[in-house]
């Protein structure tokens, strides 16, 4: 009998960014438990390239390259995610993320496609200085300024996430948010 997923109020989750990648940095979690290759096998369909190997064996200066990294780190959050919801009923009441995590607790959140934010990152690679523009799902979407100037964006079952990215909202397609975010 599976027990119902609860909401826990003292638990948060928060992504890291990059710099947090380190050749191997999955291989004990991977080899307990499958869905972390699964997750990047996934990852590497869209990128065409192939970021387990890359990220379990390296080299190090090839992980550590920018279109690298943060493929790498974005999967590696999300896989640690799906671990901990195949394994816990309990899901965080805040996500969070430090720049690139940012892209993780989207995701994480289910606010944001895993494969919409891969190909983001593409983008962002391609053309830094535009940011990315990713396509929210507007129905886990909620949002309000913060007296901080942040964006507070209420995301999957009222999970907040904190972004200090821009919302466009898009009057044509009342579905879809674009949000841009700057890295």
Not at 37 to 47: G, H, P, Q, R, Y
Not at 85 to 91: E, K
Not at 147 to 162: I, K, N, W
Request: aromatic residues 6%; proline residues 7%.
């Amino acid at each position: 009998k599976n027990s119902p997923v609860t909401m826990d109020n003292t638990l948060a989750f928060v992504f890291p960014g990059q710099g947090s990648q380190s050749v191997g940095m999955l291989d004990e979690l991977a080899t307990a438990y499958p869905d972390v290759k699964k997750t990047f096998n996934e990852a590497s369909k869209v990128l065409d390239v192939d970021l387990w190997k890359l990220s379990s064996q390296g080299p190090e200066q090839e992980l550590n390259l920018t279109a690298n990294t943060q493929p790498a780190l974005l999967c590696a959050g999300v896989a640690v995610w799906r671990v901990w919801c195949q394994h816990s009923t309990r899901r965080p009441a805040l996500m969070a993320g430090h720049s690139l995590g940012e892209y993780t607790a989207l995701v994480c959140a289910e606010a944001l496609d895993f494969g919409d934010a891969l190909r983001g990152l593409l983008g962002e690679v391609a053309d830094p200085r535009r940011g990315a523009v990713l396509r929210l799902r507007r129905q886990h979407l909620g949002a309000r300024d913060d007296p901080e100037g942040d964006v507070l964006l209420s995301v999957a079952r009222e999970m907040p996430v904190f972004s200090r990215s821009s919302l466009l909202f898009n009057k044509e397609d009342p579905d879809i948010c674009p949000i841009q975010m700057p890295m």
